[in-house]
């Protein structure tokens, strides 16, 4: 039988396919290289521990991104820059436990550059300093982060199957056990003595697709109020 020859991207191609399977707290070397066919110690010539591997799967995932982003940026700021954290919610939603795994780590190689520098320039172009383009720009993309963090942590979306949107794939499930939905009548119950907290389940977590919507929202507002070009200065 022929033998496939390993390469960084073989590998992590591999291990966002472990990674669906078992989530982060399951993926491991021995995983990987068992689905290779290979010793674990053979992944070590190309990773040299658990986190550069990690840090080749985020980078991994942002190719894949890129790829499917659109040749140039909305030239208005704020559609650019809303669907491109929309494309990046969808992106870590592909992979179980995807925003965890692309959470501080450190990318491999420049491909981020391109898409980041074109998106930037929208801010520029509109008149936004480079310091204020930049701190917009991270605003946005750790709410991104953030959220989706939340989301998959919570389980499944009560609402996927009343509100289905076809540019955003279905949440990759846990590991282990199925797990069913938040049971927000045992939540509000739970919390009668505090309606308005009570109340807030509902918001927070249902319908998560429009929950993101309403928070790109309001940080897309939110920038044009305070990285406007009148507030930052070089």
């Not at 190719?63 to 809303?82: F, H, N, Y």
């Not at 199957?161 to 927000?184: F, I, R, S």
Request: proline share 6%.
């Amino acid at each position: 039988m022929a033998v496939t020859r390993l390469d960084r991207g073989l590998v992590a191609r591999t291990a966002l396919d472990v990674l669906n399977e078992v989530g982060l707290d399951g993926l491991s070397l021995r995983a990987i290289a068992g689905r290779l066919d290979v010793k674990a110690p053979a992944l070590y010539w190309h990773f040299k521990d658990k986190q550069a591997l990690l840090d080749e799967m985020a980078t991994e995932m942002l190719r894949r991104a890129t790829a499917a982003a659109p040749a140039a940026p909305d030239p208005d700021w704020r559609a650019g820059l809303a669907h491109s954290m929309r494309g990046l919610r969808a992106e870590l939603l592909r992979y179980r436990d995807g925003a965890k795994v692309y959470s501080g780590t450190h990318f491999t190689d420049i491909t981020y550059a391109v898409s980041m520098d074109a998106y930037l320039r929208t801010f520029t172009d509109a008149g936004f300093t480079a310091r204020a383009a930049a701190r917009a720009w991270f605003t946005a993309y750790s709410y991104t982060i953030g959220y989706v963090t939340e989301e998959q942590a919570m389980g499944p979306d009560a609402a996927d199957a009343e509100v289905a949107d076809p540019e955003v794939p279905p949440e990759v499930p846990p590991a282990g056990p199925p797990v069913e939905p938040y049971d927000l009548a045992a939540r509000a119950e739970r919390l009668a003595a505090y309606p308005l907290a009570a109340a807030a389940g509902e918001e927070l977590f249902r319908d998560r697709g429009a929950g993101f919507e309403a928070g790109l929202a309001a940080v897309v507002a939110g920038i044009e109020h305070a990285f406007a070009p009148r507030t930052f200065t070089d």
